[in-house]
């Protein structure tokens, strides 16, 4: 669906890439998370505060 919709689709896949990266670092003080999950987002505002 984001390809169909994506303006910019270079762009796009350039910050799938960096999410990516991150993921491999595996740094233990960073969440990657969806945001589109409101409970989710939610859970990890309250975590951060």
């Not at 796009?12 to 670092?25: D, K, T």
């Not at 969440?31 to 987002?41: F, H």
Request: charged fraction near 30%; glycine fraction near 2%.
């Amino acid at each position: 669906m984001e390809t169909l919709v994506a303006f910019d689709l270079k762009k796009v896949r350039g910050n799938h890439a960096r999410i990516a990266e991150l993921y491999r670092r595996a740094d233990p003080d960073l969440a990657i998370i969806c945001a589109n999950d409101p409970a989710l987002y939610e859970k990890m505002s309250q975590a951060c505060n």
